[in-house]
C-alpha cells in the first residue's frame, strides 16, 4: 500500500517564479528569509503567484504581516518560544504552524496553537551534528495528537522511509527545487 502524504511544503526566500512553476500543484509555500528585511513588493507578488495557482502561503514569525496581507498562516520556527505570540483575533481559516526539534519544543508548539508541527532534522543534514532517524522521530511524536510534518535531509534516497513514520505530509527546501520532487 502507498502513503500518500496531504501536506507538502518548500521553504523559499525569496520570489523566483520559474523555480515556483516547477512545484507541484499541492506544494505549499513558507517564505522565510532571516537574512534580510521582508520587501512588501515581493511579499505580495507571492501571495498573487500563490491565489492564481491554488497554493498556501505561510510567512515565518511575523504575525502582523501575515492578517495585515491576509496570507493562509503564519509559521513559527523552533526559536520562537513566546506562548502569547498571537495576541490578535485570527480569522478562522488561518493556521498556525511551527517547528520543533525535541519534547519541550513540541509542547511550546502546541501551547502556541500550531495546527501542524514540523519535527527536524529527520536525516543529517550539513547544518547541524545530531539528527533524529526514524525511530527517534516516531518517539518523540508517540502519543501526541498534532499533525506532524517531517523536515530536513530528505532526498530521493530516503524518501520512502517517510511510510515508516506517522506524519501527514513532508517539508524541504533543497528537495522541492529539483527536478526529482514529487
Do not use: W
Not at 33 to 40: L, S, T
Not at 124 to 134: A, C, G, Q, S, T
Request: some cysteine.
Amino acid at each position: 500500500m502507498q502513503k500518500k502524504f496531504s501536506q507538502l511544503y518548500c521553504f523559499i526566500s525569496e520570489f523566483n517564479y520559474l523555480d515556483l512553476s516547477n512545484l507541484d500543484k499541492n506544494i505549499h509555500i513558507i517564505y522565510r528569509n532571516y537574512k534580510k528585511n521582508i520587501d512588501i513588493s515581493t511579499l505580495i507578488s507571492l501571495k498573487k503567484y500563490c491565489k492564481k495557482n491554488n497554493k498556501k502561503l505561510f510567512i515565518s514569525n511575523n504575525i502582523k504581516l501575515a492578517l495585515k496581507y491576509k496570507l493562509d498562516g503564519i509559521y513559527i520556527p523552533a526559536f520562537n518560544k513566546q506562548l502569547n505570540y498571537i495576541k490578535q483575533h485570527i480569522p478562522n481559516k488561518f493556521e498556525i504552524i511551527g517547528s520543533a526539534h525535541n519534547y519541550k519544543e513540541i509542547l511550546i508548539k502546541q501551547k502556541q496553537g500550531c495546527k501542524h508541527i514540523f519535527i527536524s532534522p529527520l536525516f543529517k543534514v550539513k547544518k547541524r551534528i545530531n539528527f533524529l532517524n526514524i525511530i527517534k522521530f516516531n518517539l518523540l511524536i508517540l502519543g501526541k495528537k498534532n499533525n506532524f510534518i517531517a523536515l530536513g535531509g530528505i532526498n530521493s534516497k530516503n524518501l520512502n522511509k517517510l511510510r515508516l513514520l506517522n506524519i501527514s505530509g513532508f517539508a524541504g527546501i533543497s528537495f522541492f527545487q529539483k527536478k526529482t520532487a514529487p
